[in-house]
């Protein structure tokens, strides 16, 4: 018998992947009580994976449609298990057949903490950082990370390769010669050292107010499929110096303190330095999220280049800006700056501020 037709709302464009879809959509609709023409688009995000909403029983779901080979389902699963055991708030999965990729989901709603954060023009910001910072607290806290891939050497490094592919060769035609590398190499030295040597816990690796949801309990967790264990900072720098929206450096020192002063309470792993003295403790999370920022910087750039999704770009002066304050403070990574200004003083000129 042929599948039902869920919604003509909803776009496919492999035909196949349309049918394999609807036969999994009726297998489940029953059980769900699922009206299938209530399907619609939800949103989408950086890698092949898309999400839908549909109306059951009164309530509202998300399907999970992420294809394979290009996406696997079975890390998701996992760690939404163990942000559930934690005591956190994340989407529940309800059926996943992650042979095909497709997932059916709680809701956490329709407010991002990023669109709340700009709509309210910082009324409810105190408020909504605050649920970060404690939630961030408890993840790092009590999601268990043995079974996490470990954020190691090769990782970091395979992510810090991609901005002078990405951004430095393709997105500005510009090539390197032995000082630039010999420079480049330093200042990866140096980021990657100060990582690894920080004690290791779970790490969202996107814990910013795009990923976050306004949810009871606050906040809602999202896109946490590439968790790994590693740096105590990595998720804190994250949040403060996110990608889509910019907090005056007071403001950052202020939430970083508080979130440092939650972790001593909770017992979080933070080091005989970094637990006794903040001034360290504020130059590691710097350097991490310099780490984070070169890579997201190539990665912007792939998304546009290699993946045909150019708005990322228009957020690369914010990366620049980020990355070239930090360089500037630390001499060691001073060498730096000389490989970004040409970079960044372009994105200036062509009408592009910071």
Not at 145 to 166: C, G, I, K, N
Request: overall charge negative; charged content about 25%.
């Amino acid at each position: 018998m042929r599948p039902s037709l869920p919604t003509a709302a909803v776009v496919w464009s492999d035909e196949d992947r349309r049918i394999a879809f609807e036969h999994w959509l009726d297998s489940i609709a029953a059980r769900h009580r699922i009206d299938r023409t209530t399907l619609a688009p939800a949103s989408a995000d950086a890698s092949f994976r898309r999400y839908l909403r549909v109306d059951a029983a009164g309530a509202s779901l998300i399907v999970m449609d992420a294809p394979p080979p290009q996406e696997d389902v079975r890390p998701f699963v996992h760690v939404a298990g163990l942000i559930e055991a934690a005591g956190l708030h994340a989407p529940k999965v309800l059926e996943c057949d992650a042979t095909q990729g497709f997932v059916l989901l709680t809701d956490l709603g329709r407010t991002l903490y990023l669109d709340a954060l700009r709509d309210t023009e910082g009324r409810h910001a105190e408020t909504l950082m605050r649920d970060a910072l404690r939630a961030l607290v408890q993840f790092q806290g009590h999601v268990d990370a043995s079974t996490l891939p470990a954020y190691d050497e090769a990782l970091l490094r395979r992510e810090l390769s991609l901005f002078p592919e990405w951004c430095v060769q393709r997105e500005f035609g510009v090539t390197w010669g032995d000082k630039e590398h010999a420079a480049w190499n330093r200042v990866c030295n140096a980021l990657v050292a100060s990582a690894l040597e920080q004690p290791q816990v779970a790490v969202h690796r996107d814990w910013m107010p795009r990923n976050l949801m306004v949810a009871e309990p606050n906040p809602g967790i999202l896109d946490f499929q590439d968790a790994v264990r590693g740096p105590i900072t990595y998720d804190l720098a994250s949040l403060l110096r996110d990608a889509f929206l910019s907090w005056d450096e007071a403001q950052e020192i202020d939430w970083a303190v508080r979130w440092w002063e939650q972790a001593r309470r909770a017992g979080l792993p933070l080091g005989e330095t970094m637990g006794h003295d903040f001034g360290e403790f504020w130059r590691a999370l710097e350097w991490m999220g310099l780490q984070r920022h070169l890579k997201v910087l190539g990665i912007f750039c792939r998304l546009k280049h290699r993946d045909g999704k150019p708005g990322y770009a228009e957020d690369l002066p914010r990366f620049f800006d980020y990355a070239s304050k930090v360089a500037m403070r630390y001499a060691p990574l001073k060498p730096l700056l000389p490989l970004l200004q040409p970079l960044s003083g372009r994105r200036v000129e062509t009408g592009f501020t910071f």
